[in-house]
């Protein structure tokens, strides 16, 4: 048995593909110790995880809720500054708290998101082994594949290898200051400065993809390290929710989210409710969390159901038709885990390279957010719904994920290439 400290962004994206992941390693015989902010432990320790909380002044309880709200308000360079602002703030709090209470927790090896400020250099500081685990899009760069903060096709062509070379160019300026920030505290301790802040702090021994090879471009030059594992789906591993499930009457059924974070464009929501009106469907959609309520949007359809959180995949493994997404690398990966097709209306982060995804594997169609009215989205839904080429696609990618035995896949690299670093003295009988 190993123990395993997880550090985890604190969005849902994030923490549930990760408690998927300690769920199954907890089944293999290891501990798994999730270090989070107060918000979280309810979450975590539902789950039956060991919760440690940090940066209690950063973030006392229901400082959580406020972040998120602003986050689903913003888009855009907005929205950019703002994630930066909270990666600093968040970095700050890891270097002054993670190390002591690391080491007091006698954590022999790491599980570190791959956007989680700071958590590199902490394991470097503590010379731990880790693993660094993608929760989004990887941020690996090659000159054949946008960044996947865009929403470029792929083109295997020169000139799609400038611009794309361009592209990650402007990205790094833009991630300047964080990487300062996290050199400062390298310097501090005595580890060699980054050069570039997220292809420098991934793992040199494994990193860990919540994403399938068959959901992606082809890549070309992903170092040897690198594991296509995801999606990480467990039925223990998130928090239950409850729905009307005798509201559902039989109809070909819609589920429509746009997350947990970015649920705050009000209007959204009223373009999805607008599109479905008069289709030969039900229509449930989940707000995510939002501050609205569905008196917030007005008359609501007859045939749509609009509920605060939905059990995203008991809803669609009830066999929906359709998922109206925000194209989130989960919510993506769900509706494929289950062979449903997709509409995306992509907003911001690796949304839009999801959704470029989606069409490169013809699983869906996407509408712009800029160009989202319910007269541009309900053409998208009925062209999805009513050429079976869609559900075809993502029926075989489901065949094709199952097939890869995901967690199984994610364990074996853990265990192989991680856990297998730990000095034998030091690790923890059973």
């Not at 010379?127 to 903060?149: D, H, I, K, Q, R």
């Not at 885990?337 to 911001?348: D, K």
């Amino acid at each position: 048995m190993s123990r395993i400290g997880f550090l985890s962004l604190s969005a849902t994206g994030h923490i549930n593909p990760s408690m998927a992941l300690a769920k199954a390693m907890h089944q293999r015989g290891h501990e798994a110790v999730f270090f989070n902010v107060a918000d979280r432990e309810r979450t975590i320790t539902e789950r039956g995880f060991k919760f440690v909380p940090y940066g209690l002044s950063e973030y006392p309880i229901g400082s959580l809720a406020q972040i998120f709200e602003k986050m689903g308000r913003l888009k855009g360079n907005e929205g950019f500054q703002y994630f930066l602002e909270r990666m600093l703030a968040q970095a700050k709090s890891v270097f002054r708290d993670l190390p002591d209470l690391i080491t007091h927790h006698d954590i022999e090896a790491l599980v570190i998101d791959q956007l989680f400020p700071g958590g590199a250099t902490v394991a470097h500081h503590l010379g731990l082994p880790y693993a660094s685990l993608a929760n989004a899009l990887a941020v690996n760069f090659e000159p054949g594949v946008p960044p996947p903060t865009l929403p470029w096709p792929y083109e295997d062509t020169p000139l799609a290898e400038a611009r794309n070379q361009a592209a990650s160019q402007q990205i790094a300026q833009a991630f300047t200051t964080w990487r300062n920030f996290d050199n400062a505290q390298r310097i501090l301790w005595n580890l060699k400065p980054y050069d570039d802040l997220l292809e420098d702090s991934c793992s040199p021994l494994a990193q860990i993809a919540n994403q399938p090879s068959v959901f992606d471009f082809p890549r070309k030059h992903l170092p040897a390290t690198f594991h296509y594992c995801g999606p990480f789906l467990h039925p223990e591993g998130r928090e239950f929710i409850p729905f009307p499930w005798e509201k559902l009457d039989g109809r070909p059924l819609i589920f429509a989210s746009m997350g947990t974070l970015q649920n705050g464009l009000n209007w959204t929501f009223r373009a999805i409710l607008e599109a479905c009106v008069g289709l030969d469907a039900q229509l449930v959609l989940s707000l995510g969390g939002s501050t609205l309520d569905s008196a917030d949007l007005g008359e609501i359809p007859s045939n749509a159901i609009v509920v605060p959180y939905a059990p995203q995949p008991e809803i669609l493994a009830r066999g929906a038709a359709l998922c109206i997404t925000h194209a989130g690398l989960n919510t993506a990966l769900e509706s494929l885990s289950h062979g449903v097709p997709m509409v995306a209306i992509p907003v911001t982060n690796d949304q839009p390279g999801v959704a470029a995804r989606i069409l490169y594997t013809q699983t869906g169609q996407v509408v712009a957010l800029d160009q989202l009215t319910a007269e541009s989205l309900r053409p998208a839904i009925i062209r999805v719904l009513m050429d079976s080429s869609y559900r075809q696609q993502a029926k075989r990618l489901q065949q094709q994920i199952a097939a890869e035995r995901p967690l199984l896949h994610a364990c074996e690299v853990l265990e192989q290439k991680v856990l297998s670093q730990i000095p034998q003295s030091e690790v923890v009988e059973a």
